[in-house]
């Protein structure tokens, strides 16, 4: 299975929005509702953001949104903050059962 | 609060196999199903494999001929076996919680260096 196809980073000034995209396939993030995205600081373990396409957990804050068209799934990202400068994945569950990562997107509040 | 913690050697020789173990507390491992993922240094994140309580499994194919995931319920653990391992293999591993879907809860990782 391919990774999904994220873009290597995306920069914004705080206040601006942003938009990462992934982009898999019908056999993936195409075909299912199970997209999910992850923010990742530096040395630590990886934590959810968004499930489900577009729902946020429970302190995830709503600055945060999520979307899908076709086979490309996206996280929105308004109001940026200084603290929102991560890694982000997505991933997606696959018609084999099994679940599939994007390459990561590094986000630059400037 | 669930929290997930892996344990296991940090070092393992080449063509040895890697095992680590992860803890559950908070909440028991019989239900949802249970992730292993890893992340290579500087690159991005890989899963690896998941596991019910009933031992249904379900692996990465390209590295289904190399790994076994278990569970012990009794222990609310499990576990993660990687044979023949490469430097390739060098990476953070990272056990998860799988809630239908998303990895909810992530232990803390547990980098595992592949050298001689």
């Known amino acids: 299975q391919s990774a999904l196809t994220q873009p290597a980073s995306v920069s914004g000034s705080p206040g601006q929005s942003i938009t990462i995209s992934c982009t898999g396939t019908s056999s993936d993030v195409g075909g299912y509702k199970y997209v999910s995205w992850y923010q990742q600081y530096p040395g630590k373990a990886p934590k959810l953001m968004i499930y489900e396409v577009s729902n946020r957990p429970s302190g995830v804050p709503d600055r945060f949104s999520g979307s899908k068209s076709g086979n490309t799934a996206s996280l929105t990202i308004s109001g940026l903050q200084a603290e929102d400068e991560a890694d982000y994945y997505c991933s997606s569950y696959t018609t084999s059962s099994t679940y599939v990562f994007g390459t990561g997107t590094k986000v630059t509040v400037l | 609060q669930v929290q997930l913690q892996e344990s296991g050697p940090g070092l393992v020789k080449p063509s040895e196999t890697l095992s680590l173990t992860c803890a559950v507390s908070?909440?028991?491992?019989?239900?949802?199903?249970w992730s292993w993922i890893r992340q290579s240094p500087g690159k991005g994140l890989e899963w690896i494999g998941y596991?019910?309580?009933?031992?249904?499994?379900n692996y990465n194919p390209s590295l289904k001929s190399r790994v076994t995931i278990s569970v012990d319920t009794s222990k609310n653990q499990f576990s993660l076996k990687l044979s023949s391992v490469t430097a390739a293999d060098t990476a953070v591993y990272y056990c998860?919680?799988?809630?239908?879907?998303?990895?909810?809860?992530w232990g803390q990782g547990t980098l595992v260096t592949v050298s001689s």
């Open positions: 908070g909440g028991s491992i019989s239900t949802y199903y």
């Open positions: 596991i019910y309580n009933n031992g249904n499994t």
């Open positions: 998860a919680r799988d809630h239908w879907g998303p990895f909810d809860f």
